[in-house]
């Protein structure tokens, strides 16, 4: 199995549908990665003990989801040198707006790269993970050649009909 080098966390148990798109990447592109489920709000005590030991413990890139008063990312961000990558999860009251604005307005000194609202948004982290990964990895860099051409190649150049 691959070295762990992406911590995948998430606010919820609820927010695993959407994180699941990045995992599906990390699982594509051959890039170890753990699933954890870590809240500043409900599990703060998680949330610091996995910031203090993410260097030590080898991780490279943090992906973080988080949805409404979506705290996780910036705590992890303040906790932690290792790059975090937002994910701003689609709610139900405010179409992830909340999430959006609660991850994206970090403070200068400490900040967290902000994907886009949802499963869009997930499975550009986990490209952005192994991007950032694949500067120092030439075997990675050459899965992620092969996954975007392949991806420019299925866009049709005509429209079709249905
Ligand atoms: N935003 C946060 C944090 C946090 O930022 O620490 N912890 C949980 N949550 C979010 O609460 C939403 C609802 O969670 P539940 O479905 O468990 O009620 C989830 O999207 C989660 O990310």
Do not use: C
Not at 116 to 124: Q, T, W
């Amino acid at each position: 199995m691959a070295d762990i080098r992406v911590g995948l966390i998430m606010g919820s148990q609820s927010d695993w549908p959407t994180m699941k798109e990045a995992a599906t990447i990390l699982d594509e592109l051959g890039v170890g990665y753990e699933a954890r489920i870590v809240s500043a709000h409900r599990t703060p005590d998680r949330l610091w003990d996995y910031g203090r030991r993410a260097v030590e413990r080898g991780l490279q890139v943090i992906i973080a989801g988080a949805g409404g008063a979506a705290h996780l990312p910036g705590m992890m961000a303040s906790k932690t040198r290792v790059p975090v990558i937002g994910v701003p999860i689609q709610t139900r009251a405010l179409s992830g707006v909340d999430s959006l604005y609660s991850i994206v307005q970090m403070p200068r000194g400490f900040p967290v790269a902000t994907m886009a609202i949802g499963a869009a948004g997930a499975a550009n982290a986990g490209l952005m993970a192994a991007q950032i990964l694949a500067l120092q990895d030439p075997v990675l860099a050459g899965r992620l050649d092969d996954w975007r051409a392949a991806l420019s190649a299925s866009i049709p150049e005509v429209p079709q009909d249905d």
